[in-house]
Nanobody
């Protein structure tokens, strides 16, 4: 069970931090991914973190701007988004799959559990 929070409306250049709270057993046996769906587009992968060792992986367009981290004691994964651009607008989802290593450029079907999403809107 995954629940996202932290979305909102922000001006270009601003920041938001999304949270993904997970319930269930063996939190560090999962890889958590962040995906987003922009209006009229398909859902795309943004970043991921392997909870066992904290290793992260990002799509090129967010490298240097977004940071994924986790607080395993709180069973929460974060997506810190800085220098936001209008093209970052969309519904952001966290997703989970069992594993201990990040998946290079994963596809949706590689993740089993999904949250309902949180809206991020970046105005120009």
């Amino acid at each position: 069970h995954l629940v996202e929070s932290g979305g909102g409306l922000v001006q270009a250049g601003g920041s938001l931090r999304l949270s993904c709270e997970a319930s269930g057993d063996t939190f560090d046996a999962y890889v958590i991914g962040w995906f987003r769906r922009a209006p009229g587009n398909e859902r795309e992968w943004v970043s991921e973190i392997a909870l066992r060792d904290g290793r992260t992986y990002y799509r090129d367009s967010v490298k240097g701007r977004f940071t994924t981290s986790s607080d395993n004691a709180k069973r929460t994964v974060y997506l810190q988004m800085n220098s936001l651009k209008p093209e970052d607008t969309g519904v952001y989802y966290c997703a989970a799959t069992i594993g201990t290593e990040v998946i290079p450029e994963p596809l949706e079907h590689e993740f089993t559990y999904w949250g309902l999403g949180t809206q991020v809107t970046v105005s120009s």
